[in-house]
């Protein structure tokens, strides 16, 4: 279990995908419209693009860091104490992630298909297929990724082309919605709804050489960009503001209206399996990493003892919220309001400081070199 397996940038950009694309099946268009209005759309690709430029300015304090993960660094930086703070805050960080998803994806899951069942029996399922997954080991699920995600991308972009006859730009007007302040000021804040760029900052040891980590960087960003903004741009185009903003499962209100004559009807019901698919590779890498981080953190021999209850502590608080509504607010409202500072501020404070402190040294070292041969 000491041995790190290494992927290339195919694999890379798909689990980046599954864990900042996944949120479009979920609430992601209707938080936009809550902000921008009929201009989510705008908002979207102005949040899309924030975070695109953040992660080019990341990826350059990275260059001095390659195979290293945030947490390597922040050891590198303050010895022991800071690793484990470091580690600490993203343990926190990804328990709460988990949490949240797996409360929102069994409620999905139980509208689409299981209304009669109890939430703790559709969320039994996920938890099952989590511990399944992290007993199997991270290179099964990277490789199953490799080749879902693409499938899913091909039946996502088949989804969008079946909504445009029912798209109305008048929808989308006034282009600026409620306004440039609430787009571009308030809404810079939306960046927390990429929050799991962290998974960036854990991928260093994985992909060793930093030309792979950028190339999945750049063009993952891009490509979960493409699906967040196309579909935020459907939402808002066929529900209008303020109607928008009331749906709390975006993407399976538009699944609804999908048709095709007579005998295709209720496409929600054939995306069960798509949809169940995607939160399973987004639940089981998150906790894959939960793992991953909680051995490294405190340098354990083996995280295998620590699967069950890890499983049982995100089961738990995901059954704290009593309603979906509430499970949502807290999410969007409450954890996306700080998230961003674990996920941007931390590794962007650690790596400055270590760029400083690793240049502080090696003017120190070559000045001592020089008076040393100036002595000789």
Known sequence: MNNIITFGSHEAICLLITMISTKAIL???????????PAAWILAIYVSILVIIAFYFISKLYSKFEGKDIIDIGGILGGKVLKILTG????????????????????????????????GFVMLFFVLGMIISAYKGFEALIRFQSILVPITVISFSLFIIALIPSMRIDNIKP???????????????????????????????FVKKSSVYNKAGFVGLTICSVVLISLTFSFVSIYPYPVSIEALLPAYELARIIKFGRFFERAESILVITWATIAFMYLSTSFYFLLHVFKKTFDLQYFQPLIMPLALVIMSLSLIPKRLISSISL????FRSISWIIAFVLPVLILIIARAVSRKKATTLLESARSVIAFL
Do not use: C, H, W
């Open 27 to 37: 609430n992601f268009p209707s938080t936009m419209a809550q902000i921008g209005g």
């Open 88 to 119: 600490v805050l993203i343990i926190i960080f990804l328990i709460a992630l988990s949490s949240f998803y797996l409360r929102n994806f069994s409620e999905e899951m139980k509208t689409m298909g299981f209304t009669m069942s109890p939430i």
């Open 175 to 205: 282009i600026l919605g409620l306004g440039p302040f609430n787009i571009f000021v308030k809404g810079a804040l939306r960046i927390s709804d990429f929050s799991e760029l962290i998974f960036l900052f854990l991928l260093p040891p």
């Open 331 to 334: 999410e969007a409202d409450v």
